[in-house]
C-alpha cells in the first residue's frame, strides 16, 4: 500500500468523466456506489448493477477495500491501493485503486490497470485554473505599468533589455490567463523549433537566478513541431523553476529525437523529447505518486498550480511529461508528437 498526501478536489460533476477511460465512482460516507461511469461499468463486466451497492461487494480480499477508503475519508488524504483484488463478473481480477476524498462525505475511487503509473483524475483542473487567472489579471496589468515606466527611464541597453524581458513575459502571462477566462482550452497551434523555446526560457532562468548554471546539448537536426509556443514556453519555464527551487545550482537543457515513443495509451513513429536534468534535492517521496495532481505541492509556499498545468498542456498537445528524480539527479521530459498516432 502506497499513500500520498493531497488536498480535496472540488465538488465532482458526473459529466467531468463521463468519457473517460478510467472507471470512476463516487462513494458516500456509507460507502455505499452513488455514481459510477461506463468505464467502471464495463471493466467489472457490464450490465452489473452497481448503484447503491456497498464498497465490500467488490472486495476480493475483505476487509482491504473498506479499511482504505475509510482511512481516506478519515484522514482527508488520497491512498493508492497497489495490485488490489477486485471482484469483476467473470471473476476476480488485480488491479490498482485510488481512493481521493472529495469532502468528509464522500470519496472518489479510481481504477487503474496494475503496474501503470497512477495519476489520480483531476476533472475540476480546468475550473481551478480559470480561477487562478481570473485572481493573477489585475497584479499583471500592475506589472505591466510599473515595467512600462521603468522601460522609459533606462538607457543602458543591458537594463533596458531586462525590462522588455518583463513585459514580454507579463503578456505571455496575460493571454494564457485571457485563454483560460474564454473557456475555449485550444492551443494556437503552428509550426516551431523547440530550441527557441528552450533558449527563451534559459534567458529567463538566467535573469531570475543568475548563480544557477545552464548547459545545452541539443540535437540540432530536429525537425519542429506543431504547438502553442506560449503554453509550451509555461511548461518549460514550471519544469526549470521548479528544479531551481528544489536547490539545483545547474541546469542541462537536452533534445533528443525519440522513435516509436509511447505516449500515454498510444504510439507515435517519432517524437521530439526536452529533457531539463537538476542536481537539485528530488522530488518529496511522499508526493511520488500525485505529483502531477492541482493543489499538491511540495512547498509551504507552493500553490500546487505548475505541474497539473503542465501536464495538462503536454496532453492537450497529444504530448507527455515523464521524469526520473533521485537526490542530485532528477530529469523532467516533455515529449511531443511529431509523426503519425498508432493505435
Same mark, same amino acid.
Given at each position: 500500500?502506497?499513500?500520498?498526501?493531497?488536498?480535496?478536489?472540488?465538488?465532482?460533476?458526473?459529466?467531468?468523466?463521463?468519457?473517460?477511460?478510467?472507471?470512476?465512482?463516487?462513494?458516500?460516507?456509507?460507502?455505499?456506489?452513488?455514481?459510477?461511469?461506463?468505464?467502471?461499468?464495463?471493466?467489472?463486466?457490464?450490465?452489473?448493477?452497481?448503484?447503491?451497492?456497498?464498497?465490500?461487494?467488490?472486495?476480493?480480499?475483505?476487509?482491504?477495500?473498506?479499511?482504505?477508503?475509510?482511512?481516506?475519508?478519515?484522514?482527508?488524504?488520497?491512498?493508492?491501493?497497489? @495490485?488490489?483484488? %477486485? !471482484? *469483476?463478473? $467473470?471473476? =476476480?481480477?488485480?488491479?490498482? /485503486? +485510488?481512493? #481521493?476524498?472529495?469532502?468528509?462525505?464522500?470519496?472518489?475511487?479510481?481504477?487503474?490497470?496494475?503496474?501503470?503509473?497512477?495519476?489520480?483524475?483531476?476533472?475540476?483542473? @480546468?475550473?481551478? %485554473? !480559470? *480561477?487562478? $487567472?481570473? =485572481?493573477?489579471?489585475?497584479? /499583471? +496589468?500592475? #506589472?505591466?505599468?510599473?515595467?512600462?515606466?521603468?522601460?522609459?527611464?533606462?538607457?543602458?541597453?543591458?537594463?533596458?533589455?531586462?525590462?522588455?524581458?518583463?513585459?514580454?513575459?507579463?503578456?505571455?502571462?496575460?493571454?494564457?490567463?485571457?485563454?483560460?477566462?474564454?473557456?475555449?482550452?485550444?492551443?494556437?497551434?503552428?509550426?516551431?523549433?523547440?530550441?527557441?523555446?528552450?533558449?527563451?526560457?534559459?534567458?529567463?532562468?538566467?535573469?531570475?537566478?543568475?548563480?544557477?548554471?545552464?548547459?545545452?546539448?541539443?540535437?540540432?537536426?530536429?525537425?519542429?513541431?506543431?504547438?502553442?509556443?506560449?503554453?509550451?514556453?509555461?511548461?518549460?519555464?514550471?519544469?526549470?523553476?521548479?528544479?531551481?527551487?528544489?536547490?539545483?545550482?545547474?541546469?542541462?537543457?537536452?533534445?533528443?529525437?525519440?522513435?516509436?515513443?509511447?505516449?500515454?495509451?498510444?504510439?507515435?513513429?517519432?517524437?521530439?523529447?526536452?529533457?531539463?536534468?537538476?542536481?537539485?534535492?528530488?522530488?518529496?517521496?511522499?508526493?511520488?505518486?500525485?505529483?502531477?495532481?492541482?493543489?499538491?505541492?511540495?512547498?509551504?509556499?507552493?500553490?500546487?498550480?505548475?505541474?497539473?498545468?503542465?501536464?495538462?498542456?503536454?496532453?492537450?498537445?497529444?504530448?507527455?511529461?515523464?521524469?526520473?528524480?533521485?537526490?542530485?539527479?532528477?530529469?523532467?521530459?516533455?515529449?511531443?508528437?511529431?509523426?503519425?498516432?498508432?493505435?
Amino acid at each position: 500500500m502506497i499513500s500520498s498526501r493531497t488536498h480535496p478536489t472540488p465538488e465532482l460533476a458526473v459529466t467531468a468523466w463521463a468519457h473517460s477511460r478510467t472507471g470512476v465512482a463516487v462513494l458516500d460516507a456509507g460507502l455505499r456506489l452513488r455514481s459510477v461511469n461506463p468505464a467502471l461499468v464495463e471493466r467489472l463486466g457490464g450490465g452489473r448493477r452497481l448503484l447503491d451497492e456497498p464498497l465490500a461487494v467488490l472486495d476480493g480480499a475483505p476487509p482491504t477495500l473498506v479499511e482504505t477508503a475509510t482511512r481516506a475519508l478519515a484522514e482527508q488524504r488520497t491512498i493508492l491501493l497497489r @495490485s488490489a483484488a %477486485l !471482484r *469483476g463478473s $467473470a471473476g =476476480e481480477f488485480a488491479c490498482d /485503486l +485510488a481512493f #481521493v476524498p472529495v469532502d468528509s462525505e464522500e470519496v472518489l475511487l479510481e481504477l487503474y490497470p496494475a503496474g501503470l503509473p497512477v495519476e489520480p483524475v483531476a476533472p475540476h483542473l @480546468s475550473e481551478s %485554473l !480559470r *480561477g487562478f $487567472a481570473h =485572481e493573477v489579471k489585475n497584479p /499583471l +496589468a500592475g #506589472v505591466r505599468g510599473a515595467a512600462q515606466l521603468l522601460r522609459r527611464r533606462l538607457d543602458t541597453p543591458e537594463l533596458a533589455e531586462l525590462a522588455d524581458l518583463i513585459l514580454a513575459e507579463v503578456d505571455r502571462l496575460t493571454a494564457l490567463a485571457d485563454r483560460l477566462l474564454r473557456n475555449s482550452g485550444k492551443p494556437r497551434l503552428a509550426r516551431i523549433g523547440i530550441h527557441e523555446l528552450t533558449e527563451r526560457v534559459a534567458a529567463l532562468i538566467a535573469a531570475q537566478s543568475p548563480n544557477v548554471s545552464q548547459t545545452r546539448d541539443y540535437d540540432p537536426s530536429l525537425p519542429t513541431v506543431n504547438g502553442d509556443a506560449d503554453r509550451l514556453t509555461q511548461v518549460l519555464l514550471n519544469l526549470a523553476r521548479n528544479a531551481v527551487e528544489a536547490g539545483a545550482r545547474g541546469l542541462t537543457w537536452r533534445t533528443r529525437a525519440e522513435h516509436a515513443a509511447r505516449l500515454g495509451d498510444r504510439s507515435v513513429r517519432f517524437a521530439v523529447r526536452v529533457d531539463i536534468a537538476d542536481d537539485g534535492h528530488g522530488v518529496p517521496a511522499d508526493l511520488v505518486d500525485t505529483l502531477f495532481q492541482p493543489l499538491v505541492s511540495g512547498r509551504p509556499d507552493g500553490s500546487g498550480l505548475g505541474l497539473a498545468l503542465a501536464q495538462e498542456i503536454a496532453r492537450e498537445h497529444g504530448g507527455q511529461l515523464r521524469y526520473s528524480s533521485r537526490p542530485g539527479a532528477t530529469v523532467f521530459s516533455l515529449l511531443l508528437p511529431v509523426g503519425d498516432a498508432r493505435g
